[in-house]
């Protein structure tokens, strides 16, 4: 009899953190290593929310909370949500999380039945498909190159929907590319899935603040209200907020839903960390120019990354609109050798080799379900990129 169940045979470790364990790995060895693999931002939390995390301690706010989340907190999503994306909710309709992992996890195990299909956009992030998989479902790859800007088009979307598609899940901005959805283009797609009423939208919107230029941020259920019933609006105070390791993400979706979601993870995780939720409330309900602060950073490192990584030999770089990652093509690199003599096929061998010879950790595009492309995190600071970018330039011009 075997120990380990088969189910986890379906999935695999999540690839972006087993290449920032592989970077800290060499650093432990004393190896000049940067690591651009992570999806964290550099910054510390805001000093307002530790601050209410601190006073939260002070008042004994450290006991169980109900597993959806403290009422206070879920009110505070409620006016997040009606004030950022004009999507109205009740706290009944909220559920919080130890992360948005969590939430897309509690929704797809809740309601996905051996053989249903959900339609991924790739590129896409790691965990997308392997959770699909592990509540027993088919995740359908929708490929989405840079020539559409790494966005779907209504068309794919009609002729990837099928009698088993359960879900749509949508990466607004994305990771790994950067990609942000415009109203618009929301909107055609909307027009798509109001013809398959069976069809629910789970709107992973988690880079919401972070979009630069002219970009303007929407969400699929401020953009058609009538999909409102059918989509979860996922979101979470990791990115905009420097809490990544606070653990707090939530989503506003149907009553029925929200309790079967509510179901699980109270014979899983339970509720999140009371203090936790405490800083939350204050993240959201608080002032907000640490968050505008930290962007205008994020889109000044965006241009700086962009521009160096163009200038690379083999690499075409496209702008992003949102997140904090950029996702350059490489092929023009593929086929060759690197200067110490390794074999460049895939965009695996280009990260592990650059890795390797010039101590810069990213994450190939394969690990994305995009061949031919690597990712690399700009949420580091200006001299760090500088350098990892000059090494990038050095290591593609010896590839012969």
């Avoid at 006016?79 to 909220?94: A, G, L, T």
Wanted: aromatic fraction near 8%; charge should be neutral; hydrophobic fraction near 40%.
């Amino acid at each position: 009899m075997n120990l380990i169940a088969d189910r986890l045979d379906r999935i695999s470790p999540s690839l972006t953190i087993a290449m920032t364990a592989k970077a800290r790995a060499l650093k432990a060895e004393g190896r000049d290593v940067i690591s651009l693999a992570a999806g964290e931002p550099d910054f510390d939390t805001p000093r307002n929310v530790k601050d209410a995390a601190i006073a939260a301690i002070e008042r004994g706010e450290t006991r169980y909370t109900d597993v959806a989340g403290t009422l206070a907190l879920r009110k505070a999503v409620c006016e997040k949500f009606r004030r950022d994306n004009d999507v109205e909710y009740k706290p009944e309709e909220i559920l919080v999380a130890t992360g948005g992992k969590q939430v897309i996890f509690d929704a797809l195990v809740a309601t996905i039945n051996p053989g249903d299909e959900a339609i991924i956009p790739a590129p896409c992030w790691v965990s997308y498909p392997d959770i699909v998989s592990l509540a027993e479902g088919k995740p359908v790859i929708v490929p989405c190159g840079p020539n559409q800007g790494f966005r779907m088009t209504p068309e794919q979307l009609e002729a990837a929907i099928t009698p088993r598609t359960k879900w749509l899940i949508l990466n607004n901005p994305s990771n790994p590319t950067g990609a942000a959805y415009s109203a618009a283009e929301l909107k055609a797609l909307a027009e798509v899935l109001l013809r398959h009423p069976d069809v629910w939208i789970f709107s992973d919107d988690i880079y919401e603040k972070l979009v630069y230029g002219d970009t303007k941020f929407a969400t699929l259920a401020g953009v058609e209200p009538r999909l409102k019933d059918r989509t979860v609006t996922m979101n979470g105070c990791s990115k905009a907020y420097a809490m990544t390791g606070w653990r707090i993400g939530f989503a506003g979706a149907p009553v029925k839903l929200i309790k079967a979601m509510d179901k699980l993870q109270s014979q899983s995780t339970s509720n999140t960390s009371s203090i936790s939720q405490a800083a939350a409330i204050e993240a959201l309900c608080g002032q907000q120019d640490s968050v505008e602060e930290m962007r205008k950073v994020y889109q000044r490192r965006r241009d700086l990354v962009v521009g160096m990584l163009n200038r690379a030999e083999g690499v075409r770089c496209p702008t992003p609109e949102g997140a904090f990652y950029v996702f350059p093509d490489i092929r023009g690199c593929l086929g060759k050798t690197s200067a110490t003599g390794r074999r460049i096929e895939t965009d695996e061998d280009f990260c592990l080799a650059l890795l390797e010879e010039q101590g810069v950790a990213t994450v190939h595009g394969a690990a994305f379900m995009f061949p031919g492309h690597f990712r690399i995190s700009y949420a580091t600071d200006d001299a760090s990129l500088t350098d990892a970018c000059t090494r990038i330039q050095k290591f593609c011009a010896g590839l012969k």
